[in-house]
């Protein structure tokens, strides 16, 4: 097949991914099978052809798509939803950390160049550093 | 031009009184109706596809897949009549009889006018 037919087939299948994968995948070859026997044909067809013989890619998918029982339907879309739902709060859930972090990082950069730093606190059991001594010449 | 087909009703007729006369696959039902209808009518596989799909859900066809290709990512589905789909197409062929009847009495009775 063209590389043509094979973005026609491509196109199709990306339409179907709320399809279970099985199905999805039989579907897509017994496409693939018709399209094959019609080619056999007519070995100089293009793309526009196959298209105007099987339909756009869109218009496959939804009559696929429509093919499939309501339950299973909504099943997937019910699994693909919660999945969806995951990956949305794990971001959500790095992103405020990140945050959190990045603030703690800018407050206490702020804190140390005011003075505010508590590096210079007394430790107990431990002299005060006498900052005289460190002064160079 | 033929004339495209996306009557469901007409769609299931015409599937299953071309698999009375042994199993086929989408593409070659395709075919026939073309051929057969001497060009003046085809289907789309977007609309063909949900019907037999629904057909052999309902058990009026089934199928047998077979693998072709060198790295089997081809098959070609053929699909056969069954005894509740030949009583099916029967109902069917009677219903679009008597709609076709009743359309041509309503044809008849309107040509002297119609009085709402």
Redesign the interface.
Known sequence: MTVELEAYLKEVDRRLLVCPKQRRL??L??????????LDERPQTTAQEVRA????PE??A???L????DEELNEQLHLRKRVLTFVRTIVAALAIVLLLLFGYHVYDGYAYSHGETSYDAPIEGIPPLDKSATDTY | MPHIIYDKTIIEILVLFLLQHGELYAYSIMKLISSLSEDTLSVMGGSLYPILYKLKDKGYITDRIEIIGKRQRMSRVYYNLTASGQEYLQTLLADRAMIQNSMEKIFKNAEGGVDS
């Open positions: 039989s579907l070859k017994e496409l693939r099978g018709n399209i094959s026997a019609f013989c099987f339909g756009a218009e496959i939804a009559g696929f429509k093919s499939l029982p």
